[in-house]
């Protein structure tokens, strides 16, 4: 379904059917007048991901959707990655119970697989990648990364957002990312650390009306 005109001078496709990472994208990229629209309401299915790191998996996600749509596309891929776990659920994270997936089974088998962890082992951070691909073709991705340091608590607190947001502390502050209200995750988060790098990669790039085939 490719767009022309005016509609893809500031449209761009999100790659991505969750309706948690829509929110808060939008939310932060609200002042830059773009139009942010999921994939599926573009006839647009989930692709496989089948690389085995956050970028390559973006990458994946975002040429898919560009080819399917003709608009410039937005993916980001992202992940808990917990120190005692070896990394783990990491890329899986969406996926960590199995699938379809379910937030409140990733969380109990996360908090399962730490039992007996002492608070100070139970080091853990989001980590987001966020990419944007002016065309299916773009051989100049722009590519933006963010980390959220914290510590996995043994029993979830807070209703605000979605995966693991409910036993995920973050220290500086005492409250869990699901304690938190949009307005303050928005500022310090892994999603919103790598949209501020991405947001001064986009003021030093090529527009993307210009670059959109």
């Avoid at 340091?149 to 979830?156: F, H, N, Q, S, V």
């Avoid at 947001?199 to 790039?205: F, G, N, T």
Wanted: aromatic share 4%; hydrophobic share 45%; glycine share 8%.
């Amino acid at each position: 379904m490719p767009a022309a005109g005016a509609k893809a001078m500031n449209t761009l496709v999100l790659a991505s059917g969750n309706a948690g990472k829509l929110m808060e994208l939008r939310a932060m990229l609200d002042d830059l007048g773009l139009v942010i629209v999921p994939q599926r309401e573009l006839g647009v299915d989930d692709v496989p991901e089948t690389a085995t790191t956050f970028v390559e998996n973006a990458l994946i996600k975002a040429r898919h959707a560009c080819r399917l749509t003709g608009l410039p596309a937005l993916a980001d891929d992202s992940g808990l990655i917990v120190d005692a776990l070896g990394g783990a659920p990491g890329l899986y994270s969406a996926r960590y119970a199995g699938t379809p997936t379910d937030d409140a089974a990733n969380n109990a088998k996360l908090l399962q697989a730490l039992e007996g962890v002492e608070p100070e082992r139970r080091t853990a951070r989001f980590h987001a990648v966020i990419v944007l691909l002016r065309h299916a073709d773009d051989p100049q991705p722009l590519i933006a990364e963010g980390s959220w340091e914290g510590r996995i608590l043994d029993t979830p607190r807070g209703h605000f957002g979605f995966g693991y947001n409910p036993v995920f502390l973050d220290p500086p502050s005492g409250l869990t990312a699901a304690e938190m209200a949009p307005e303050q995750k928005n500022r310090i988060s892994h999603r919103a650390l790598a949209l501020r790098a991405l947001r001064d990669r986009l003021a030093a790039s090529t527009p993307l009306a210009q670059a959109t085939r």
